[in-house]
């Protein structure tokens, strides 16, 4: 009787272990954006220009991690530790232009800082217009 | 019987005057651009300053030659650059591939804004070369500066061994040097155009005896090639897709010599680009990657069908 308890128990504590594990990737951390940037206006019309400029910087840039619609299942993915995540959803378009500037200009561990590698700021906000038109 | 003879160098003269020009350039230009800082100080009405037209080419190299641009200060590249044989051998060289192959490694920095140099090795002669890119002026959104323009300069180096020394009696007969304006403009999403004139200058030439005298009766020493070659590249890149452009390049000599006038350069390629990433696969008619080199000695002549297929492949990190 105990040893069966106890099994069950430990089983269970095994399975909330390895669950919270793989949650606990998936989570995000928080990444705080400075209000001040977070506040910044977007100077870039999103017109056809700039969705093109933002289209062939993503396939040109991100796609390899954050896939070609920004699902976040780019051919590199796979080897990442954390999850680029899906923007399609209300989680990064609920974001303001700047805050989405901000991440990709400064970036944080596998998300790579853009600033020097795009010296263009014009193309960065292009990029989040781009992000935009992910939205479902 | 010395079969050389050595002239010193007047290019880098001329490289240094069109070094202050562009200089000069830049300073008024960065003038210009204070001033309009410090009217915005005071009246935040005033114009915002003109930004540069981004990725006019998306490389320093463009197949042969450098194109206008200049990375980002504190980039650094790595340069791998292989060329093979013509492909006129046939399935006995398997087009080239299994043919004289000449291969380039490099390494580029930016120290500061607009200004980068390099260092590389070819292994045709075992040449090292030392180079500087300068980029003065650049095409702007509001096309108050309609081009960009970019002083390339580059010294070149033939290390290999010379133990009699009978192939290079002087140790600066091992020189070479190419200076080069790249001027150039993008046109809309697609489509960027470069011109390049150049001047290569040669420390050694072969001399020859044609059988004039003297008034003394020495023999008088001519010589098969002038010192100074002047050619002219031009360049074009159209996009094809997001991540994929077609390059197309034709250089074309201009200085007349006595023999041995080296033949224009035609070359295509496709060029795949990735962040730190760009790979360009090219058929030409350039084997000697070196500037100076190419631009002097080209002895495949397209029209005989001398074609190579050759590649650059880079990596470039920003801190």
């Known amino acids: 009787m105990k040893t069966k308890t106890l099994s069950v128990l430990l089983l269970m504590t095994t399975f909330i272990v390895v669950v919270s594990f793989t949650f606990s990737k998936q989570q995000p951390k928080p990444w705080n954006v400075p209000e001040k940037n977070a506040k910044m206006a977007n100077p870039i019309k999103s017109d056809a220009a700039s969705i093109n400029t933002g289209k062939a910087s993503w396939a040109k840039n991100c796609a390899s991690c954050h896939g070609k619609m920004g699902k976040g299942d780019g051919s590199k ?3 990442l530790t954390t999850h680029p995540g899906d923007f399609s959803a209300a989680a990064t378009q609920g974001q303001s232009d700047g805050a989405l500037y901000y991440k990709i200009s400064e970036g944080r561990d596998d998300m790579p800082a853009f600033k020097k590698k795009i010296s263009d700021e014009d193309e960065i906000w292009s990029l ?3 992000i935009r038109t992910f939205k479902k | 019987m010395k079969a050389h003879t050595t002239l ?5 003269k001329a490289a240094l005057v069109l070094f202050c ?5 830049n300073f008024l230009n960065a003038q210009d651009s204070t001033g309009v800082k410090e009217a915005a100080t005071e009246a935040p009405a005033a114009p915002k300053k ?3 037209v981004p990725n006019t080419f998306e490389n320093i190299w463009l197949l042969d030659n450098q194109s206008v641009m200049v990375p980002t200060k504190g980039s650094f590249q790595l340069d791998f650059m292989h060329r093979f044989g013509t492909i006129d051998g046939g399935y006995q060289s398997l087009f080239g591939l299994f043919g004289g192959i000449n291969i380039r490694i490099g390494a580029d920095y930016v120290p500061r804004e607009d200004l980068m140099v390099g260092l590389s090795l070819t292994e045709y002669n075992l040449t090292w070369e030392g180079y500087v890119k300068y980029a003065g002026l650049k095409q702007t959104k509001d096309d108050k500066i309609p081009v960009s323009v970019t002083y390339y300069g580059n010294m070149a180096v033939d290390t290999r061994s010379d133990p009699t020394g009978g192939l290079y009696p002087h140790g600066s007969d091992r020189l070479m040097f190419f200076n080069q304006i790249i001027i150039a403009r993008k046109f ?7 011109v390049a004139p150049s001047l290569t200058h040669v420390n050694v030439v072969q001399g020859y005896y044609g059988g004039d005298t003297t008034a003394d009766g020495k023999s008088v020493l001519g010589k098969e090639m002038k010192h100074d070659h002047f050619a002219i590249a031009f360049s074009g890149k159209v996009k094809l897709n997001n991540t994929l452009n077609l390059l197309l390049n034709y250089d074309q000599p201009i200085t007349k010599h006595l023999t041995n006038n080296p033949n224009p350069n ?5 060029e795949i680009n990735t962040t730190g990433h760009t790979f360009q696969v090219l058929v030409g008619n350039y084997r000697y990657i070196t500037p100076s080199r190419n631009n002097y000695y080209n002895n495949n002549d397209y029209k005989d069908g001398q074609w190579l297929i050759g590649f650059n492949m880079t990596r470039l990190w920003n801190w």
């Open chain 1, 77 to 79: 993915a796979a080897k």
């Open chain 2, 188 to 194: 809309g999403d697609r489509f960027s155009i470069q």
């Open chain 1, 128 to 130: 989040v217009n781009y």
């Open chain 2, 8 to 12: 010193y160098n007047r290019s880098p």
């Open chain 2, 266 to 270: 035609l070359s295509a390629g496709l």
């Open chain 2, 21 to 25: 020009l562009l200089g000069c350039l």
């Open chain 2, 50 to 52: 003109s930004k540069p």
